[in-house]
């Protein structure tokens, strides 16, 4: 299949989370990072549907209080150590690397958990979700609109063909299954139709 938009890749990247998407000749190429799972895999155009759903993924309460009770778990062993180890002592750069490296490791894990998550998928037999914070709304609305072309594309010139070797109803069921989904036009079904009358005027059925 020749197409402009074949190979036209997305990539997401951030601190905590890594995504990729390519459109291939038959499909997406999916890969992705995230929360130390790794996953690569492709979706043919046949499973890819334009359902949308947006999620924006706020923290928990459990997360937050947890955090809270961490925090104040934090702030007593500092205030102990300060008591014990504090001003004026040998341990006085240990205890102040203490402090950074404890407060460094909470921020780090908890950081990610504490963000909300913007996403956005297309629902399908086979889903696809993107990261969709807004900087990234407007490359991922621009992938899915080609990749809407691409499928578009390929259904007309691998699927939706009339062959002589295949029986009419079934093509007609097959094509009606198409246009129903929405993966073609009621106008490139009505041609279709059309092919198929003069198939079965020239096979004499």
């Known amino acids: 299949m020749n197409n402009n938009y074949t190979n036209f890749k997305?990539?997401?990247?951030?601190?905590?989370?890594?995504?990729?998407?390519?459109?291939?000749?038959?499909?997406?190429?999916?890969e992705y990072r995230l929360e130390g799972d790794y996953a690569k895999y492709e979706v043919p155009f046949e499973n890819i549907d334009f359902k949308e759903i947006?999620?924006?993924?706020?923290?928990?309460?459990?997360?937050?209080?947890?955090?809270?009770?961490?925090?104040?778990?934090?702030?007593?062993?500092?205030?102990?150590?300060?008591?014990?180890?504090?001003?004026?002592?040998?341990?006085?750069?240990?205890?102040?690397?203490l402090q950074i490296g404890i407060m460094i490791t909470v921020i780090s894990i908890f950081l990610p958990i504490l963000s909300t998550n913007y996403t956005k998928e297309i629902k399908g037999?086979?889903?696809?979700?993107?990261?969709?914070?807004?900087?990234?709304?407007?490359?991922?609305?621009?992938?899915?609109?080609?990749?809407?072309?691409?499928?578009?594309?390929?259904?007309?010139?691998?699927?939706?063909?009339?062959?002589?070797?295949?029986?009419i109803d079934n093509q007609k069921f097959n094509f009606l299954y198409l246009y129903e989904s929405n993966q073609i036009s009621r106008q490139e079904y009505e041609n279709l139709l059309e092919e198929l009358e003069k198939l079965r005027i020239i096979k004499g059925e």
């Open 125 to 167: 037999i086979q889903s696809i979700v993107f990261s969709y914070k807004k900087k990234q709304q407007k490359e991922v609305n621009e992938f899915i609109k080609k990749l809407k072309e691409v499928k578009s594309q390929y259904i007309l010139n691998e699927i939706a063909i009339v062959d002589d070797l295949i029986p």
């Open 10 to 30: 997305l990539s997401q990247k951030s601190r905590y989370e890594f995504r990729s998407f390519e459109i291939l000749e038959k499909g997406v190429l999916v």
């Open 54 to 97: 947006i999620r924006y993924d706020k923290p928990s309460l459990f997360a937050i209080l947890f955090l809270f009770s961490l925090i104040i778990n934090v702030v007593i062993i500092f205030a102990f150590l300060a008591v014990n180890y504090g001003d004026g002592t040998i341990f006085e750069p240990l205890f102040n690397g």
